[in-house]
């Protein structure tokens, strides 16, 4: 079956500080690969998202590139802000499954000044 | 824009309760999906449906069951609560089953049943 995992948390950074959040998955197709937020109190956001191999995903700042040879999809950001402190999941949908998601176990970000 | 709204926030039941989450969506999306989420264990996908009237398991339906009588409404119903159903429980949507589709989701229930 599918599976995504994801670096434990907590993550502590200084405000300015370089992220890189990993995340590698198993899968049986293609599938496509997403990255959510979940701020306190709140739903899942989507963050970015990326459809095929070698696809780069980019919104607010964070990057993450869709590697079909390591079977990963790291998020990054150059510099993080306090108000990036949040849950961030990684989650893949495989073509032909209904739009279905299998969720990384989320990595807790707290950023301070 | 309300987007994928659900009610209650929180509850607290009793062991052997029932009770329905409610969750409506007006973005005129076919596909919804209840899931929840465990401390530490990411989100599992309890039941989905692609459309009016049709319905199917996730990968852990055991101790729920839903509906979808209309478009918009998407409500999961705990028959017999039981202290392993203590979660945050996410409903959500998305435009079609194409894997490429974001889901839009809920701002969450949190339910403890003691």
């Known amino acids: 079956g599918n599976s995504v995992t994801q670096m434990e948390g907590p993550v502590t950074l200084s405000e300015e500080a370089f992220l890189t959040i990993n995340c590698t998955y198993t899968a049986t197709g293609y599938p496509s690969l997403f990255w959510y937020v979940q701020y306190p109190g709140e739903g899942l956001q989507l963050l970015l998202k990326?459809?095929?191999?070698?696809d780069k995903g980019s919104n607010k700042g964070f990057e993450a590139t869709y590697r079909k040879e390591t079977t990963s999809f790291h998020l990054e950001k150059g510099s993080v802000q306090v108000s990036d402190s949040a849950v961030y999941f990684c989650a893949l949908s495989e073509t032909g499954g209904g739009n279905k998601l299998t969720f990384g176990t989320g990595t807790q970000l707290k950023v301070e000044l | 824009n309300a987007g994928v709204t659900q009610t209650p926030k929180f509850r607290i039941l009793k062991i052997g309760q029932s009770m329905t989450l409610q969750c409506t969506q007006d973005m005129n999306h076919n596909y919804m999906y209840w899931y929840r989420q465990d401390p530490g264990m990411g989100l599992k996908l309890i039941y989905y449906s692609v459309g009016a009237g049709i319905t199917d398991k996730g990968e852990v339906p055991n101790g729920y069951n839903v509906s979808r009588s209309t478009t918009e409404d998407f409500p999961l119903r705990l028959e017999l609560a039981a202290p392993s159903q203590t979660s945050v429980y996410f409903c959500?949507?998305?435009?079609?089953?194409?894997?490429?589709?974001?889901?839009?989701f809920g701002d969450g229930t949190r339910l403890s049943i003691l």
């Open positions: 959500a949507s998305s435009y079609s089953s194409n894997s490429n589709q974001p889901q839009h």
């Open positions: 990326a459809t095929k191999a070698d």
